[in-house]
Each structure stands twice: as structure tokens, then as C-alpha cells.
């Protein structure tokens, strides 16, 4: 069998608190992918207890994430949604890219060096080989193509050296079965776009991200249209009023942030709005964001409360994608299996 050529793979965390950066930086371009794309978009539960192991309500969270994929547009019966912990396939082949990665690779992960902090020995070794994992959700699916935000990239490098050296240590195995001369892709990453990395509200200098403690440094996917005008209206920012081109957002992170906001949301460049509202003062530019922020999450918002008052409907729909991962899944690991020589 050959490899795809343009099959799409993501995932998102079931850790709450999906935010404004996930939806511009990440599910939106899901959504714009499915027209050209063969798309598996996963919720990567088994990602969720890397840092906190006992996780509050995991099966609502979980929930929540595919509830967002599909209010934001993404059509669960032409492509798949599932979530990664009913495809046993994932951590089967992120074992054995535990034995493919080298210790040096993963040390260099600047996440794990974020996300453990100082008290680095205290962190769960899933912390560690999360990279790992991560590979092998793509993998599994030989994709070709991964949306994500821009935090991410030196992830998709790992899982481009993981294949590289996959491909390169089994090589002659990998021709000898019929596999020609690679069995896994070298990933692209897509990362595109004026939304790459959203950032705080409250910080310019921090990324807007799901486990800030200040709630009104990111706007929630699941926030009512006033408390999006509310954050939006306290946002922080300085006394000057909007540039009239780019080079006047430099050094200051919190203009820059809200007018990448405003192009991304209104899919215009930054240049664009900057030809609107250069010379306009916060006190008009903030109110027009904060109409358009309402007026593009507001029917998501709706659709999502909608579909998480079936829970059972939400788990019907994980269900069925798992159902369809696996045929995919499936087969590669029998091949990979293959591969590496196991018996069976
Ligand atoms: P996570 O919240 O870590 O599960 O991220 C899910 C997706 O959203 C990934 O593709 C991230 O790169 C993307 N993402 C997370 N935070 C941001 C942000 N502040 N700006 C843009 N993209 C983001
Ligand atoms: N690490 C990603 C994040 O934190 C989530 C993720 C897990 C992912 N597996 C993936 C993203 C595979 C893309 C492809 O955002």
C-alpha cells in the first residue's frame, strides 16, 4: 500500500479552557482544511495526564473538545473525530519511538522545560516522552499535513527526526517488504496565517494559554458575549493610539496581539485593519473587536452547548471516529510490527 499524500492529522488537549488561540491558531484551520484534506482530528486525552494525573471531570473535557471541532464547522461523518485513549494503536507505536527518539532529542524539548519548571525531577516521565506520543498520533496515520499553532513546531521537528531515522535504520526491511524506500512521511507542519500565536490579554509578552490562572487573560470558547466584551474591553494595552503600519506595532505586544486578533477573526492581514483604525484611540477600536469576537464565537458558543446536552450523542460520534481510526491504525502497526521483526 502507498503512503497518503494529503491526509491531515491534529490534536488538542482535553485540559479545559479551550480558548480564543485554540479556535484561531488551531480548529479554525481544521475546519478550512477538510475541503482538500483526508482529516482525523483527535482529542489526545492520553496527552491530558502528562502534567496533572488525576484530572476533574476528563469525560466532559473530552467532550467539550470534540463538542468545539464540530460547532466550529469540522463534518464528523466525512472525515474523523475521536479521542486518542480508544486507539490502542497510539501508545503501542509511541513505545516504540521511546526506542527510536534519543535522550539528546528529547532534552531539548523547550515545553518540557516550561511545562516542568524548576522541580523538573518531579515530572511525570509522560511529561518527558509526550514528543513521542505526539509523533505517533501522526504517525499511526502516515499524515502529511499537521495544523497547529507555532508553539508546537519543534514537536512536528522531533516527529520529522523520528521518522527520518525510522526510515533510514530500517531501510532495507522497509524496501524488502514492499514499502519502497520510506514507510513513514516527513510531516509538514501548517502553520500559517496571522493567528499562530494568540497571546495573553492581560500580558503581551505570555501566550494566551488554557492553564493561566487569570481568567480574563484569554477568552474561553464556552464565555457568554458579555464577559468576551468585558475582557476585551479590559484588555491591556497603552495610551498611544493604533499605528498606520506594521512597523509601529513593534514593541508594543499587547497592539500587535489585538490587532492580529481583529485580522484573524475577520481572515484580513494586519496591514488591512491597520489601514482602518491607524490614528483611531483603544476606546474605538476596542468596542468594534469586541463586536466582532461576538459576532464570529457567539453561534459556536451556541452549538457547543447544544451538542454537550447530549453527552451520549457526543460519545456516539467519538464511537464511530475510533471505529474508523482503527481500520487506518490497524494497519500500520501490523506493518510497523513487521518492520521492526516481531513475531505476530
Ligand atoms: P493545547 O491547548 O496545547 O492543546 O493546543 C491545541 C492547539 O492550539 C495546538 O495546535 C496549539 O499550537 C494551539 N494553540 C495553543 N495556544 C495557542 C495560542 N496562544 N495561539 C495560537 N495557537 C495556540
Ligand atoms: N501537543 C499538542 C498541543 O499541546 C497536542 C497534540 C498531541 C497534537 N498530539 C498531536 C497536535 C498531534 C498535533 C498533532 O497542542
Given at each position: ?47 491530558a ?46 513505545w ?87 514507510y513513514f ?15 495573553s ?74 489601514r ?5 484611540q483603544?476606546?474605538e ?20 452547548r447544544?451538542?454537550m ?36
Amino acid at each position: 500500500m502507498g503512503q497518503p499524500t494529503n491526509r491531515v492529522f491534529s490534536g488538542v488537549q482535553p485540559t479545559g479552557n479551550l480558548h480564543l488561540g485554540n479556535y484561531l491558531g488551531a480548529i479554525r484551520k481544521f475546519v478550512a482544511l477538510q475541503d482538500s484534506h483526508e482529516c482525523i482530528y483527535c482529542v489526545v486525552d492520553l496527552h491530558a495526564v502528562t502534567a496533572d494525573l488525576v484530572q476533574k471531570d476528563l469525560q466532559n473535557q473530552t467532550r467539550e473538545i470534540a463538542a468545539a471541532f464540530i460547532a466550529s464547522g469540522i463534518d464528523p461523518k466525512k472525515h474523523i473525530v475521536f479521542n486518542q485513549s480508544q486507539v490502542r494503536e497510539h501508545s503501542e507505536l509511541a513505545w516504540l519511538f521511546n526506542c527510536v527518539a534519543r535522550m539528546g532529542w528529547l532534552r531539548r524539548m523547550t515545553q518540557f522545560k516550561e511545562k516542568a519548571g524548576k522541580d523538573s525531577e518531579n515530572a511525570s516521565v509522560g511529561l518527558f516522552t509526550y514528543p513521542n506520543l505526539m509523533a505517533a498520533d501522526i504517525l499511526t496515520y502516515r499524515a502529511t499535513h499537521v495544523p497547529v499553532g507555532d508553539d508546537q513546531k519543534q514537536h512536528l521537528e522531533l516527529t520529522r527526526d523520528i521518522a527520518a531515522k525510522f526510515n533510514n535504520d530500517f531501510a532495507e526491511r522497509i524496501a524488502a517488504l514492499g514499502h519502497g524506500d520510506s514507510y513513514f512521511p516527513l510531516t509538514e507542519p501548517v502553520i500559517e496565517g496571522e493567528a499562530t500565536r494568540i497571546m495573553s490579554l492581560r500580558d503581551g509578552s505570555r501566550k494566551m494559554s488554557k492553564s493561566e490562572p487569570s481568567d480574563m487573560s484569554r477568552i474561553n470558547l464556552t464565555d457568554s458575549s458579555d464577559d468576551i466584551a468585558k475582557k476585551i474591553r479590559k484588555a491591556r494595552t497603552d495610551p498611544e493610539p493604533l499605528p498606520d503600519n506594521l512597523d509601529g506595532l513593534k514593541e508594543r505586544p499587547e497592539a500587535d496581539n489585538l490587532v492580529s486578533i481583529f485580522a484573524a477573526l475577520s481572515e484580513v492581514s494586519s496591514e488591512e485593519v491597520l489601514r482602518q483604525y491607524g490614528g483611531k484611540q483603544f476606546g474605538e477600536f476596542k468596542p468594534a473587536l469586541a463586536d466582532l469576537a461576538v459576532e464570529k464565537l457567539a453561534p459556536i458558543n451556541r452549538e457547543m452547548r447544544r451538542l454537550m446536552d447530549d453527552p451520549a450523542g457526543v460519545d456516539a460520534v467519538l464511537k464511530e471516529g475510533a471505529e474508523k481510526a482503527r481500520e487506518i491504525a490497524s494497519v500500520t502497526l501490523s506493518e510497523v510490527r513487521d518492520i521492526f521483526g516481531f513475531i505476530g
